[in-house]
């Protein structure tokens, strides 16, 4: 079990006090009476293997070759078909946003919890800031983690007032040109043209999350973030060094290897619904660790409320609902019994 020590950055002060600067939030205290309904099973003993997943060279899209572009795109195709996870390099987004932007992610994060839980840090929407379940009922419920939730329509103000808000804004529209290319290409895999997606999504229905897992003091028993599947219809994500991320194939779980110069990308649930179950949206999860924290930022490409997901192709695998319902839904099952159904509540 972790000391308070653990939740604690002592800090000396200009005063020569030694002032507690605590930043982590009270993951331990608000937890604890879950750690004695301690679960039969401990996913730390589940046999895990790295898997490699598909990585792909971006740079081929904009290729004059057309061979190469074409390889390039069915590549991309293949691997949201057979994994709905991929990794791509030389995706044009340039180190010094991910390193500008890490900056000001650990300088948020730093920042005491009481100031994080009770003020607005930046100009985002004041309930952005989350941390832990509050609807876990038991420990394998429970996401070992803070997080900044930001709906990137928050973003669109005429003048950027914080160094924050400025790297967040120009990360989120390199985000969104990217997953513009991705979205093409996919839906040109179905014999579509992307533009209904990209219509839908505009960046101001889009979100960006920083992640932050703390050290947790039960990594056997604590997921980082609990298996789930992404509600969006795709997800760009950008991890550190610090391994955490799996996901599961062939009913097996693989732990995605760090590769700080790689961006993963994974199909959500809508994305999966419009191609009427080709790309798959695939079960994923971080595990916490004892040591080490650990950063990562996503971005979700995300339709308006009252965009209608329905795929073309007939027989329909799912029925026909809207991003609305599908979200109330999952939030819905979510408080009631502390899993998300998803997909499975929409068959048709
Ligand atoms: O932190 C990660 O690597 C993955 C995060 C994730 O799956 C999510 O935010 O939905
Ligand atoms: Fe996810």
Wanted: hydrophobic share 35%.
């Amino acid at each position: 079990m972790g000391s308070k020590g653990e939740e604690q950055h002592i800090k000396a002060g200009t005063d020569g006090r030694t002032s507690v600067m605590d930043f982590n939030p009270p993951l331990i205290a608000t937890y604890q009476r879950l750690f004695h309904c301690l679960p039969t099973y401990s996913h730390a003993a589940e046999a895990v293997e790295e898997c490699d997943l598909p990585l792909i060279d971006l740079s081929g899209l904009l290729s004059r070759c057309e061979l190469e572009a074409e390889q390039c795109k069915q590549d991309i195709i293949g691997a949201a078909t057979e994994w709905g996870f991929f990794q791509i390099v030389n995706h044009g987004i340039s180190n010094s946003i991910f390193a500008r932007l890490r900056a000001e992610q650990l300088k948020l994060f730093r920042q005491p919890f009481h100031k994080k839980a009770n003020e607005k840090l930046i100009e985002f929407s004041s309930d952005s800031y989350r941390w832990g379940t509050p609807t876990a009922a038991c420990l394998n419920q429970l996401s070992w983690l803070e997080s900044y939730h930001i709906p990137l329509s928050s973003t669109s103000k005429p003048q950027p007032t914080s160094a924050s808000w400025c790297v967040i804004e120009e990360f989120s529209s390199a985000m969104s040109q990217l997953a513009d290319q991705l979205i093409d290409t996919l839906a040109e895999g179905l014999g579509c043209e992307g533009t209904y997606i990209k219509e839908n999504c505009k960046r101001n229905t889009c979100y960006l999350r920083l992640n932050r897992y703390p050290p947790c003091p039960l990594p056997g028993e604590v997921f980082g973030l609990v298996p789930h599947t992404d509600s969006d219809f795709l997800t760009i994500v950008c991890q550190d060094k610090v391994t955490g991320l799996q996901l599961k194939k062939g009913g097996r779980w693989f732990t995605v290897k760090p590769n700080p110069n790689t961006l993963i990308v994974n199909v959500g649930d809508l994305f999966q619904a419009w191609s009427n179950g080709l790309y798959k949206s695939v079960e994923h999860r971080v595990m916490s660790n004892p040591h080490e924290e650990r950063f990562s930022v996503a971005y979700f490409v995300c339709p308006s409320n009252e965009t209608i997901i329905q795929s073309n192709v007939q027989p329909a695998v799912y029925g026909k609902f809207s991003f609305g319902e599908y979200r109330r839904q999952v939030q819905q099952d979510v408080r009631l019994t502390g899993q998300k159904v998803g997909l499975a509540r929409f068959l048709a």
